[in-house]
């Protein structure tokens, strides 16, 4: 009885010992956050850990507000977002002594998205605004067919809702009343926005621009009417000609030191840099 | 010796008495924690927002600088979609209970039970999915509407999830019918449609209601197939063709970024504590039919 009973602690803790080094890797490192950056995050991970097989680096999503959230609750090692920190979690954070520290890893373009069958090939921001607002409800006002406008949004939490209402609807102003329409549809995620134009020609919708497929018409946006109409390409997006990108962010715990610093020149590195070419997001040199 | 061992014996009834109690009260204690941990992240968020501009206001814009926190565009869309679950599952379930226990050949009878069983184990978000790619364009089409992802939809592929309960539980009660009632109707001359109608839907009618409740319930609380195609647009529905967002599907959706003791995440919780007592007074209702229909 004695004996089997030393067997079954022995075997225990074999179990706990293989559990907690089941990677077989003496460093981990935590990733969380922006959605539109889960698959960046994950490539740059991939080729880290090819190039150091000790380290192994696990990468989640869930959105930007949760990446950064986790952050100040020290639940990971370093937030992807797609949006930049609000001051309330600045405070957070700082509460929980944690400086998050703020680097531009790559930039964006928000594609703006309608339906192959759609006329309109192109649009200012303030046409966009009204059409968000839901002031615009039918094409035929744009010049397009006589159909009802489908607006298609993320999730109020997503970090590129976020981005659009500040820099669209609000055209940067923090005093704008507008908001989006409340008939706009949230859609789960952006591979959801992407299906539902492909099928609606009532539809438009936005999302990044590393999404876009055949089955979807990206338009030219236009700051106003007199500038010129682009599209978004990474050329125009690193140009700053595209008028909807934004900077993809990670916050780091105060200044990056050991394994984060590391992972974090590999970003910034040539390498780091094509991968993101790869993954149609812009890089930023 | 011999006290020994009854003191002995003693204890281990007691023991095992005090542990049974346990387990029947468990779910008792959990329920009404769940309730004070919903109770408890709710308050802060009435300290500083009224509970009538909560439950009636008109706009939910949770994550904008000033928030607007009015839920009635949610209640309404959970009402929308509930209804229209309803209105096609009822009676389509019960008459399936119906045929099922009463009218189907044995053979007919026991494939039908099995596959109507079969039907609750499939996954909400894979019906979900099945609703997104196939339902929703058809809706769109057979309706010429600016989009399928509707209330409608939504309502029709959550009839079929509340399906199987109405069935399953409608069925039992029109068996549990004592067939004296069925035998004294068809000697007095009663045709089979007449002895159904008359006699065996009435005698089994508290059961019926309690199968619909229970489907009621299961619609409410309803999240992922949902979320999926009713296009979650926040505003107060005027037709049933019309996109809406759930109380279920806004929780869903919008834990998961909120920043934790912000009036957003108190407002989840405070639809959690709506959605608790709305599933709260179905399954009162439910039971209270089944009593009713035991003490006549």
């Known amino acids: ?285 | 010796m011999f006290e020994k061992k009854w003191s002995f014996r003693r204890v281990k009834e007691l023991l095992i008495e005090k542990t049974i109690f346990f387990c029947g009260i468990a779910s008792i204690i959990f329920v009404i924690l769940i309730f004070i941990f919903l109770a408890k992240e709710t308050i802060p968020l009435f300290k500083s927002l009224p509970i009538s501009k909560f439950l009636f206001g008109h706009r939910w814009y949770p994550s904008t600088e000033s928030p607007h926190l009015g839920i009635l565009p949610l209640i309404m869309g959970s009402l929308f979609v509930t209804l229209g679950a309803i209105v096609i599952a009822v009676p389509l379930g019960v008459a399936c209970a119906f045929y099922v226990s009463e009218i189907a050949p044995v053979k007919i009878k026991y494939t039908l039970k099995a596959i109507i069983e079969l039907l609750a184990a499939i996954p909400s978000v894979v019906l979900g999915f099945i609703g997104m790619v196939t339902l929703v364009p058809l809706i769109k089409k057979i309706f010429h509407l600016p989009t399928g992802l509707t209330a409608f939809s939504g309502s029709i592929m959550l009839a079929f999830m509340a399906m199987p309960t109405i069935v399953s539980i409608a069925e039992d009660a029109i068996n549990a019918v004592p067939s004296r009632y069925k035998e004294a109707a068809m000697a007095l001359g009663a045709t089979q449609w007449q002895m159904l109608w008359r006699v065996v839907s009435k005698a089994a009618s508290s059961g019926i209601v309690a199968a619909v409740m229970l489907g009621i319930g299961r619609v409410f609380g309803e999240t992922m197939a949902v979320m999926m195609i009713t296009g979650n647009a926040a505003h107060i529905p005027h037709s049933i063709f019309q996109p809406v967002r759930t109380l279920t599907a806004t929780i869903a959706a919008e834990m998961g970024e909120t920043v934790r003791g912000s009036e957003h995440y108190y407002a989840l919780f405070a639809i959690g504590i709506v959605l608790f007592i709305v599933s709260f007074i179905i399954n009162l209702i439910a039971d209270f039919a089944v009593h009713r229909g035991r003490n006549e």
């Open chain 1, 1 to 285: 009885m004695k004996i089997f009973t030393k067997y079954l602690l022995l075997s225990f803790l074999f179990l706990v010992f293989q559990t907690g080094f089941a990677h077989g890797k003496e460093m981990t490192l935590q990733v969380k956050g922006s959605d539109t950056m889960v698959n960046l995050g994950q490539a740059w991970a991939e080729e880290f850990m090819k190039r150091h097989p000790q380290v192994y680096i696990a990468v989640t999503g869930g959105g930007s507000g949760t990446g950064i959230a986790a952050l100040i609750s020290g639940t990971c090692d370093i937030a992807e977002a797609s949006r930049t920190i609000k001051s309330k979690e600045i405070q957070m954070a700082q509460a929980n002594g944690i400086e998050p520290e703020e680097f531009i890893t790559a930039l964006d373009g928000i594609a703006i998205v309608v339906n192959p069958e759609n006329r309109l090939n192109q649009l200012t921001i303030s046409e966009l605004a009204d059409i968000f607002t839901g002031r615009i409800k039918n094409w035929k006002e744009l010049g397009g067919e006589n159909l009802e406008i489908v607006l298609l949004s993320r999730e109020v939490t997503s970090g590129t809702h976020v981005f659009f209402r500040e820099h669209v609807i609000k055209k940067g102003d923090k005093n704008n009343p507008d908001e989006f329409s409340p008939s706009a549809l949230l859609m789960p995620s952006s591979q959801a926005i992407a299906e539902e134009i492909a099928l609606n020609p009532n539809a438009i919708g936005y999302y990044g621009m590393g999404y876009t497929g055949d089955r979807q018409k990206t338009l030219a946006i236009a700051k106003d009417k007199s500038s010129t109409y682009y599209e978004p390409t990474i050329e125009n997006v690193m140009q700053g000609y595209y008028y909807i990108s934004r900077p993809l962010l990670i916050y780091t715990k105060g200044k990056p030191q050991g394994l984060v610093k590391d992972f974090m020149d590999f970003i910034f590195s040539d390498d780091g840099q094509r991968i993101v070419r790869e993954l149609d997001f812009v890089p930023i040199k």
